[in-house]
Nanobody
Framework: QAQLVESGGGLVQPGGSLRLSCAASGSIFSIFSIYVMGWYRQAPGKQRELVATITSGGSTNYADSVKGRFTISRDNAKNTMYLQMNSLKPEDTAVYYC?????????WGQGTQVTVSS
């Protein structure tokens, strides 16, 4: 079955940068030509929220809180999606989850912790 595995989380100081990666098993891209990939995050005591999405057509969307600081991208040859996070703030601290939506189904990664603190 298709699987998503996140990596790249960790501890970083305010103003620093991190790049998250989400590696997908090849079955997703080999079977589906239409999909939406995205990053979501969940901070302690809060609901899971959208961070950014990218469609199979290349369209991107960002939450207002990260717009201008985060960039979502993908490399189809590597079956990998990325989230470049710059100018990080303490309020960005959360568990970040990779997500892929396809017709009639969806997939989630296990999550990776991002902590922004001095």
């Amino acid at each position: 079955q298709a699987q998503l595995v996140e990596s790249g989380g960790g501890l970083v100081q305010p103003g620093g940068s991190l790049r998250l990666s989400c590696a997908a098993s090849g079955s997703i891209f080999s079977i589906f030509s239409i999909y939406v990939m995205g990053w979501y995050r969940q901070a302690p005591g809060k609901q899971r929220e959208l961070v950014a999405t990218i469609t199979s057509g290349g369209s991107t969307n960002y939450a207002d809180s990260v717009k201008g600081r985060f960039t979502i991208s993908r490399d189809n040859a590597k079956n990998t999606m990325y989230l470049q996070m710059n100018s990080l703030k303490p309020e960005d601290t959360a568990v970040y989850y990779c997500h892929v939506g396809v017709p009639r189904s969806q997939y989630w990664g296990q999550g990776t912790q991002v902590t922004v603190s001095s």
